[in-house]
């Protein structure tokens, strides 16, 4: 066909008139640029975490608060059959790109299986205990198939590879349960776990002693197959658990081995061989494997390049194979290796394997023995066939499946490093950090995925953090960045192990880079992170930490969660902020009183007291406004609650006190013989004019013209009827009051003597001198002496009382009465000694 003149099925048509299918694109082999990741939405994942919510937000940091009443999330429900299944093919590692291989029996395995499945038939738990490359992981999984109806919830298989017993509840629970966003923790998880009914199958364990036991305390409908090598710690001598212990093969097992392995029957030579390496090998099934392996290349060798696999992996062979293809007779000179090549057979074996195959072993040995998922590894070498290389070396014996990924095999990596396959671990760990930055930050990558591959993505950041430096204008840390990306998806996914390495790893990092914004986020989450795991004094001293370096780079977003979060922090641990900082001398105990007393943990929240670029962080202090005495309070709640009652004690007492106070003076008004109440209320005394002393007990002349008061004492004889306030009382001029009513005889004009002074009560209320009053008419020439102070006899001129009836708004202080209000004589008017 015309190249210029395409034909329709260029175009996707059949040429029967049906629609095209475009051909999907093919991804690109590496990330265009990791350095500069495409920006794309931020991913916020909400959780439940016990009595919390908790909103993982990657931008300005997880936002934590206490689920509300009315939010109760449903108990959650166990998997059915279907859906442990399924749960239990994603536990399992990945199957190797290419054709499967032949399943082979397990050899001399068949007792030791027997013997276990008896064990956990009858409830017990035991521990299979074996070297690393004896065969321990394919004997589990062949006891697992056998038990797969022994127990209600199935067969639940673990991973103990570094794991923790809390660690490993968690990962039960949710491997029996429909829980994905959802992590009980305390009495919650353990309720939950105890109700599990399940044949558990953990291998690698890391663990044993009184960890152990809390393990199995915590299920106790559970039976536990334990896989772990003698170097691990044993369980408790009173623990119910059975050990199984896992021996080498015996020769003729080696041999079989070695000729499944090749495909044929070994020659005398190649048997003898054989045996001496099962003596230096101690039976252990791995080196039969890779001794197969050896052998199988050297076949490949010597028949040529028409031995080359079909899938083209073993290009570099024809290379290899080249000298040797002139004759037969040179083929067959081919030695085979010698018993040190044989008992560390990595290098010769990876020399004979293809450049993606070696790749990928370099990357595993830069990655602390982690081999990166298939899926990644034509990114990471620049092979588009290189996904093929797992099962190159899958076959060789140089990895072994570790949970859902694969590792080195047991003593690949030391042999690999001598063979300087380690020289170049910086710049390969460099490259994979890069590669998963840009890949854990992409929108369409899952948490769950990044989970998968967290230990790769750990050890890669391990590797790159120690040799981070402050970068350029235009560029940023690759721990960094890795770590800012990582840590989030682990949080979303629930792999906490995996989190907290991430954000200590990424905080060492920023600190490295100068990078006070990334720092203070990573602060952030491990704060959230410890209020999470209830450690409230390291989660205090974490956002404490962020809202520093916030405070100084005025990060208005994130100082509001860290406030927030710090806020519950408080409130789970009895403080409250708002009071913490107003009563900041008296959350301190036992403060000297030659000191001052440091701030509140609130106060120093709110300050900036980290710059930037400090190394080590360092509180500012800030003092305080005076020294406190010596005392011992506590702080808290119950602090407050004991103010709260000493103040209202207080007031009860103050109420109790004024109302004695009001009560004893309105009985004391009742009293006939009080002289006080002989004396007017608020009287006022003015100097008449041309009066020559106080006219105290003679009115004034216009005293019938309203200017004088009427009398406020109350009556005291209740006339015949014997009632107060009848008709028949007597009027005040009739009471047994003196009388302070002159007759028209007593004229100021007579100059007549004065009274017997009238003592008054100490509290009387004191005359006033009215401002508004109208100047009243003098007596005349009346006055009347009293005795001086110092006893002399000599009376002393005073103003006359009188009370201001003018319209300036002074008023008597009680009102006129009918029956006084002709009367001459003013009830205001006071005795001399009661003005002295």
């Known amino acids: 066909m015309d190249p210029n003149t395409r034909g329709p099925e260029e175009y996707g048509h059949d040429g029967e008139g049906h629609a095209p299918r475009p051909r999907p694109a093919r991804d690109p082999l590496t990330a265009p640029d990791f350095g500069q990741p495409t920006p794309g939405p931020a991913r916020t994942v909400e959780l439940v975490v016990g009595e919390h919510l908790l909103t993982v937000n990657p931008v300005d940091g997880s936002e934590i608060e206490l689920r509300p009443p009315t939010d109760r999330t449903e108990r959650p429900v166990k998997r059915t059959a279907e859906q442990r299944a399924e749960a239990e093919r994603a536990a399992r590692p ?479 641990s009895g403080d409250v902020p708002g009071l913490a900082a107003a009563m900041a001398g008296e959350e301190v105990s036992e403060a000297r009183h030659e000191e001052s007393a440091p701030p509140s943990r609130g106060i120093q929240a709110a300050l900036p007291t980290y710059p930037p670029d400090a190394e080590t962080l360092v509180h500012r202090p800030v003092p305080a406004a005076a020294p406190t005495p010596a005392r011992h309070s506590r702080g808290g709640l119950r602090s407050m609650a004991r103010r709260n009652l000493v103040a209202v004690g207080a007031g009860a007492l103050l109420v109790a006190v004024l109302g004695t106070v009001v009560t004893l003076g309105a009985t004391s008004d009742n009293d006939a013989g009080d002289p006080a109440d002989r004396s007017g209320v608020n009287p006022s005394a003015s100097t008449g004019v041309g009066d020559g002393g106080q006219d105290s007990q003679t009115p004034s002349e216009d005293a019938a013209s309203g200017d004088t008061g009427t009398a406020t004492s109350r009556p005291t004889d209740p006339g015949p009827d014997g009632t107060m306030g009848t008709s028949d009382d007597p009027t005040p001029s009739e009471s047994a009051l003196p009388s302070t009513g002159a007759s028209s005889s007593q004229s100021t004009g007579s100059g007549g003597s004065s009274p017997t002074p009238t003592r008054t009560s100490p509290t009387s209320p004191r005359p006033s001198h009215s401002a508004s009053s109208s100047p009243s008419s003098s007596s005349s020439g009346g006055s009347s002496s009293s005795p001086s102070p110092s006893g002399s006899g000599s009376s002393s001129p005073a103003p006359s009382a009188s009370v201001s009836n003018s319209a300036s708004g002074s008023t008597s202080a009680a009102p006129v009465s009918p029956s006084t209000a002709g009367s001459a004589a003013s009830p205001f008017s006071l005795s001399s000694e009661s003005v002295i």
Not at 407 to 431: F, H, M, N, P, W
């Open 94 to 572: 990945p199957a190797p790109a290419g054709p499967a291989p032949t399943a082979q029996p397990l050899l001399g395995r068949q007792d030791e299986r027997e013997q276990l499945v008896r064990f956990l038939a009858r409830g017990r738990s035991v521990r299979l205990t074996g070297p690393a490359g004896s065969g321990r992981t394919s004997l589990l999984d062949l006891v697992a198939e056998d038990c797969d109806d022994l127990a209600p919830d199935g067969v639940v298989r673990l991973s103990g590879f570094g794991r923790t017993p809390d660690e490993l509840l968690h990962d039960l629970f949710h491997a029996v349960h429909d829980a994905d966003r959802r992590r009980p923790d305390g009495e919650e998880l353990r309720a939950l776990v105890r109700e599990i009914g399940a044949v558990v199958v953990v291998d690698d364990l890391d663990f044993g002693g009184a960890a152990l036991d809390e393990l199995l305390d915590a299920t106790p409908e559970c039976a536990f197959l334990l896989g772990a090598t003698p170097d691990t710690p044993v369980p408790a001598a009173d623990s119910a658990v059975e050990e199984v212990v896992l021996s080498g093969l015996d020769r003729a097992g080696g041999v079989e081995v070695i000729e499944r392995a090749v495909g044929r029957t070994l020659t005398e030579e190649e048997a003898n061989w054989a045996g001496d390496l099962w003596f230096e090998s101690e039976g252990l099934p791995l080196r039969f494997v890779q001794a197969g392996a050896l052998l199988r290349q050297r076949d490949q060798l010597r028949a040529g390049a028409e031995a080359v696999d079909a899938f083209g992996v073993f290009e570099d062979a024809r290379e290899l194979a080249a000298p040797v293809e002139t004759g037969a007779g040179e083929a067959e000179e081919i030695p085979l290796p010698s018993l040190g090549e044989a008992a560390a057979p990595a290098p010769l074996l990876a020399a004979r394997l293809s450049a993606s195959a070696r790749a990928a072993l370099r990357f595993a040995v830069a990655l602390d023995g982690e081999i990166p998922h298939q899926a990644h590894l034509p990114a990471l070498t620049g092979d588009t066939h290189a996904d093929a290389a797992l099962g190159e070396l899958a076959a060789c014996g140089l990895v072994s499946p570790v949970g859902t990924r694969y590792r080195l095999a047991a003593g690949v990596r030391t042999q690999l490093e001598a063979a300087g396959y380690g020289d170049d671990a910086d710049s390969r760990a460099k490259a994979a950090a890069q590669h998963y930055a840009w890949w854990a930050a992409h929108p369409s990558v899952t948490p769950e995925r990044v989970c998968a591959e967290a230990d790769a993505v750990l050890a890669a950041l391990a590797t790159v953090v120690p040799a981070t430096t402050p970068p350029a204008e235009d560029e940023e840390a690759t721990a960094v960045l890795l770590a800012r990306a990582a840590a989030p998806a682990f949080a979303a996914g629930l792999h906490w192990t995996a989190w907290e390495n991430a954000l200590h790893e990424g905080a060492e990092a920023a600190r490295l880079a100068g990078e006070s914004a990334d720092r203070a986020y990573f602060h952030h989450e491990l704060g959230v992170l410890a209020i999470c795991a209830g450690d409230l004094d390291r989660a205090r001293s974490e956002l404490e930490a962020s809202l520093g370096l916030r405070g100084a780079l005025t990060d208005k977003r994130g100082t509001v969660a860290g406030r927030r979060a710090l806020a519950l922090v408080a409130d789970a």
